[in-house]
């Protein structure tokens, strides 16, 4: 953070309901049920085409469900909606735990990609165990700086996408934010944000910056919320 400016609109979107929770667990175990007539039918496909009629449809569903649900993580990353309680992780950890499963019970080749699977199972668990405690790590320590702080609003001077090529997909950026402490001296910060082409975060755009007003300066007691609901504890370099 600086006390000068560096060198070099729009209101907040509220917060909307992501996919419910019962739409989220439809495509979980419809994904569950095909993971398992996948691993059902796959070691038979050879001597018995007639097991491609299950094949090619779960793989489908399998596809389509990974593919949806990682679309709603990445809404709920970029986008003003609520975050998901089914992403990518925890479809393809329950899939593979099934899948692994079913194929463990036969033997040979399958036996030994059925172990694989509950392994890469029993991995994807372990990340999504050590993400939740990471994240609530993190709301727990923004939500005790707020409890201590100032609310104020801050404005975007630069977009953070000067460095980057003008492509579609989304990019890690460091944004710059500019507001005004309680003694009126004016701040810059540098934090990173998801910057989306089709919706970035603009120059000019407003953003709430809670601070300490004890010490206004401590860059580690300095929390920015992003209009997707995102709050971020201000880390720079």
């Given amino acids: 953070m600086s006390t000068l400016p560096p060198p070099t609109r729009v209101e907040g979107r509220g917060g909307r309901g992501g996919p419910s929770g019962v739409k989220q667990a439809v495509f979980l175990v419809c994904g569950v049920i095909a993971g398992a007539v996948l691993a059902g039918a ?15 449809p779960a793989l489908w569903v399998v596809s389509i469900g990974l593919i949806v649900v ?19 992780v925890e479809y393809l950890g329950a899939v593979s735990a099934v899948a ?16 694989g699977l509950l392994v890469f ?17 993190r709301r727990g320590a923004a939500a005790k700086l707020r409890s201590r702080s100032v609310r104020t609003s801050g404005v975007v001077t630069s977009t953070g ?13 460091r944004l710059t934010v500019v507001f005004t402490d309680n003694v009126g001296t004016q701040r810059w ?36 919320e992003f209009d997707n609901g995102v709050s971020r ?3 720079t370099r």
């Fill in 42 to 56: 796959a070691p038979r496909v050879g001597n018995q085409p007639v097991w491609l009629a299950g094949l090619i």
């Fill in 70 to 88: 990682l679309a709603w993580r990445t809404r709920s990353v970029i986008g003003a909606v609520e975050r998901t309680r089914v992403g990518p």
């Fill in 100 to 115: 692994g499963g079913v194929l463990v019970r036969d033997a040979g080749t399958a036996q030994l990609v059925g172990g």
């Fill in 121 to 137: 199972a029993l991995v994807l668990l372990a990340l999504a165990v050590i993400g939740q405690v990471y994240r609530r790590q």
């Fill in 161 to 173: 996408l000067e460095d980057f090529p003008a492509t579609p997909n989304p990019k890690v950026a």
């Fill in 189 to 224: 910060l540098t934090p990173t944000a998801f910057q989306v082409p089709g919706r970035p975060i603009d120059i000019d755009d407003e953003v709430v910056v809670w601070f300490d007003p004890e010490r206004p300066g401590d860059i580690a007691r300095i929390v920015v």
């Fill in 233 to 235: 504890i201000v880390q």
